[in-house]
C-alpha cells in the first residue's frame, strides 16, 4: 500500500457564510456567491484560528479579552483546498482519504463532487476518493460547516450529545475559542492488492520469570500473500522473528525466547522501546506491505493501600513488581487551538514534567484523546498516562447520557481510542469521564456522588476495555469515590478513597496544613491551589489592565474569577498598587501549600497510593490558576516546590 502525507502539499483556506460554497443560486441564472473571506494559506494540519492569525485576519486572542473578537469565526463555514498530484492519482487500486482527525463537522469535495461527510472530533475518518478523480491534477477541498452553539462549563452532561471538545467552549482556565479545523494527520492511502488495513498489538510480561510476548491482530487484504512476517527488534538485535499463515484476520501470539529489558516510570529505571513490524510476504519472501509499532514490556498490578477500608479499590501500583506512589499532574491541550500545537511544543513540556519527577499525567475527559506523538514521548519518557475516554461533568447535571443511541455511538468512540493507543507501554489505565455524578434516575442537579459502573453509558466503555484491552484497568469516572470530596469532618470514617479537591483555600495556611495533616484519603486524582502568572507575561498580555486583580477588572475575570485571590492578599496587608508584590505573595502562596499537600500524601505511602494535581499547565495566558507551569511552558515556583518532594529531595 502507498501512502502518502498531505501536509507536504500546499492548502488554501477560504471563509464563506455558510453555503455560499456550494455554487450559484439556480442553474439558470449566474448568481455567483463570493466567498466572505478571502483565500489564505493555511497549514495542514492546522486551525482556520492560525491561519487567520497568520494572515493578519484576527488579533491576538491571548490579548486582553480580544478573544471576543475571534468568536464570528466559529459562525462561517471554512474550505481547506489542495491540489491532489496526478502521479499519487494515476494507475490502479482504491485511492482513500484518510484524516485522523477533523474539527468538527463538514463534508469532502473532490474535483466539486461530494465524496463524503463527516460528524465528530473523537475519531478517524475515511473517504473513497476513486470513483471521483480524473486524469491529472484533482483539487481537494474539505469544508468544515456548523459547530455546536454551547458545550462549556456550565451544561447538563445528560443533554449533550456532539462528538466535540468541550473546553474550549469556556472553561475556568480558558475563555471561548471554538476550534476549527484539520487537527491530525492527513493521508492518501493507495489501496491495491496485499495490504495490511489495521493493527493493534499489545504485550505481556512477567517481571518475576521474565517471560514475554507480544499479541498482533492484523486486518489485511490478500490477493497474493503467503505469510504474514513479524519481528520483533531491540535496540541492537531482533529478539523474535515468526512467519505465520495469513488470512483476512490475523491473530498471532509471539513469544520472546530470551530476556527481555523492561519499560520503567519515571524514576524507577531506563525506558527500553522495541519495534514490532508486520510484512506481508509474497513468493520469494518479496514484501508486498508492511506496517510497524513501538512497544514496551512492562507488568501492572493494583494492590490495596495499607489499613485501606474492607471493599476499597486498590490504589497502590506496582510495576515490574515494585510498589510506586503515582505523582504528577493533569493534563489539558497544550493550547485551545491544539491543531497548531508542534512536536517541540510536546517535547518541552513533557520534558519539565518528567524533570519534575512525575511519573503520571491524567489525560482529562473534557479533551480528546492526546496524539500519537504525545504518547510516544510518554513512552520515551517514562510517564505513564491516565487516559479518559470524551465525557465530563457540566456543574449544572453531571450523568451522562444513557440512551441506547448515545451509548452505541461512544462504545465506538471507545473502541477507536483503545484500538489507536494499546501498544503504548506508558498507557496505565483506561478512565470513563471526569467528575461524572448523580443518578441517571434522579437527574440530580450539581456534584452528587461518583456515578460507578452500573451507568448504562459507563458499562458500555467498561465493556470495550474489558474486551480489547483486558490487561489496563477501567475506572468509571474519576474521582471514584465513595465520597467526591474529602470533608475534613468525615476524616476516619473510611469514606475518602479517590477524591478531588480541594482547588483553593481562603484564609491563614495553618488551616490548610491541618487538612492535609488529618487527610485519610486513598488516593488524590485531583488537588490544587491557584496561584498568579508571572508579572512579565500579566504585563505582556493585559492590554494596561494589570491592577486591580479582582473581579471589577475585565482582563482578571475574562478566564474566571474563581482563581482570584486579590481579597486575600489586602487582607494580608498586601500593596494595592505593586503588581510584582502581589505575583510573588500569590505564587509562593502556591507553592507552599502544593508543596505541604504532595509531602504529605507521599509521607502516608503506602496508606495513600498517589497526588495528582490540578491542573499541569496553562493552555492559556491566565493572570491566576491552578496550573503550575505558565502559558509559555516555564515553571511557577509551584512547579519547583513540589519537584522536590517527587523527586525525594525534601
Not at 510506586?324 to 487551538?337: D, H, K, M, S
Not at 465520597?483 to 476524616?491: G, K, N, P
Amino acid at each position: 500500500m502507498e501512502r502518502h502525507d498531505l501536509s507536504q502539499l500546499d492548502w488554501q483556506l477560504t471563509g464563506w457564510h455558510p453555503y455560499f460554497w456550494v455554487g450559484p443560486l439556480t442553474d439558470e441564472t449566474d448568481l455567483t456567491l463570493y466567498p466572505d473571506i478571502a483565500t489564505v494559506p493555511a497549514q495542514v494540519p492546522g486551525s482556520v484560528q492560525g491561519a487567520l492569525r497568520q494572515a493578519g485576519l484576527l488579533p491576538d486572542w491571548n490579548l486582553g479579552v480580544r478573544s471576543r473578537e475571534c468568536e464570528w469565526v466559529e459562525n462561517r463555514h471554512w474550505s481547506f483546498e489542495t491540489a491532489l498530484p496526478a502521479e499519487w492519482c494515476a494507475g490502479e487500486g482504491r485511492k482513500v482519504l484518510r484524516c485522523e482527525g477533523l474539527d468538527y463537522q463538514g463534508v469532502v469535495l473532490v474535483n466539486g463532487r461530494r465524496v463524503g461527510e463527516f460528524c465528530g472530533v473523537y475519531t478517524p475518518y475515511e473517504f473513497d476518493l476513486t470513483d471521483a478523480l480524473v486524469e491529472g491534477d484533482n483539487r481537494l477541498v474539505i469544508v468544515f460547516t456548523d459547530n455546536p452553539r454551547s458545550l462549556g462549563q456550565a451544561h447538563y452532561t445528560s443533554q449533550i450529545r456532539e462528538e466535540k471538545e468541550r473546553f474550549s467552549y469556556f472553561w475556568d482556565w480558558c475563555p471561548r475559542l471554538v476550534q476549527v479545523g484539520i487537527w491530525e494527520a492527513v493521508s492518501l492511502e493507495v489501496q491495491e492488492g496485499d495490504a495490511i488495513t489495521g493493527l493493534r498489538l499489545w504485550t505481556d510480561y512477567d517481571a518475576e520469570s521474565g517471560r514475554a510476548r507480544v499479541t498482533v491482530q492484523a486486518q489485511c487484504a490478500v490477493a497474493q500473500a503467503r505469510g504474514l512476517e513479524i519481528i520483533v527488534k531491540g535496540e541492537d538485535a531482533e529478539v523474535a522473528h515468526v512467519v505465520v499463515p495469513v488470512t483476512q484476520e490475523v491473530t498471532a501470539e509471539v513469544d520472546i525466547p530470551g530476556v527481555v529489558e523492561p519499560w520503567w516510570p519515571n524514576g524507577l529505571g531506563e525506558q527500553p522501546l522495541y519495534l514490532v513490524r508486520c510484512r506481508l510476504l509474497g513468493e520469494e519472501r518479496a514484501i508486498l506491505d508492511e506496517a510497524a509499532e513501538i512497544v514496551g514490556f512492562r507488568q501492572i498490578e493494583w494492590k490495596p493501600c495499607q489499613d485501606a477500608p474492607e471493599g476499597a479499590a486498590p490504589w497502590i501500583c506496582c510495576v515490574n513488581g515494585r510498589d510506586l506512589f503515582l505523582q504528577g499532574a493533569n493534563w489539558v491541550p497544550i493550547r485551545e487551538n491544539f491543531a497548531d500545537v508542534t512536536e517541540t511544543d510536546y517535547r518541552q513540556r513533557l520534558e519539565l514534567y518528567r524533570d519534575l519527577g512525575c511519573n503520571i499525567l491524567r489525560i482529562w475527559g473534557g479533551a480528546v484523546l492526546e496524539r500519537e506523538v504525545f504518547y510516544r514521548l510518554c513512552d520515551e519518557l517514562g510517564i505513564m498516562v491516565w487516559q479518559e475516554f470524551p465525557l465530563s461533568s457540566s456543574g449544572l447535571d453531571n450523568c451522562p447520557p444513557q440512551d441506547p443511541e448515545v451509548v452505541a455511538r461512544w462504545t465506538g468512540i471507545a473502541e477507536s481510542y483503545v484500538e489507536r493507543r494499546q501498544h503504548h507501554p506508558s498507557l496505565l489505565l483506561w478512565c470513563g469521564g471526569n467528575e461524572l455524578t448523580g443518578s441517571p434516575e434522579s437527574g440530580k442537579l450539581g456534584m452528587g456522588l461518583p456515578l460507578d459502573a452500573t451507568h448504562p453509558l459507563l458499562a458500555a466503555l467498561g465493556e470495550v476495555v474489558g474486551r480489547m484491552d483486558p490487561t489496563r484497568r477501567f475506572l468509571p469516572t474519576s474521582s471514584t469515590g465513595p465520597r467526591f470530596l474529602a470533608d475534613a469532618s468525615e476524616f476516619g470514617q473510611g469514606l475518602h478513597h479517590d477524591v478531588h479537591g480541594p482547588w483553593k483555600w481562603s484564609g491563614d495556611l495553618a488551616g490548610w496544613r491541618e487538612y492535609w495533616d488529618g487527610d485519610d484519603a486513598l488516593f488524590r486524582s485531583e488537588t490544587g491551589m491557584p496561584g498568579a502568572e508571572g508579572a512579565d507575561l500579566i504585563r505582556q498580555y493585559a492590554e494596561g489592565m494589570e491592577l486591580p486583580a479582582d473581579r471589577s477588572n475585565p482582563f482578571w475575570l475574562h478566564t474566571n474569577g474563581w482563581w482570584i485571590q486579590w481579597e486575600d492578599y489586602l487582607r494580608e496587608g498586601g500593596d494595592p498598587e505593586s503588581l510584582e508584590a502581589f505575583v510573588d505573595w500569590s505564587q509562593q502562596r502556591q507553592a507552599e501549600a502544593l508543596a505541604y499537600a504532595a509531602a504529605a500524601c507521599k509521607r502516608r505511602f503506602p496508606r495513600c497510593g498517589g497526588f495528582i494535581m490540578w491542573m499541569g499547565h496553562d493552555c492559556y495566558p491566565c493572570p491566576a490558576n491552578t496550573s503550575i507551569i505558565d502559558y509559555l511552558g516555564r515553571p511557577k515556583p509551584a512547579a519547583e516546590a513540589v519537584g522536590k518532594v517527587f523527586r525525594g529531595e525534601q
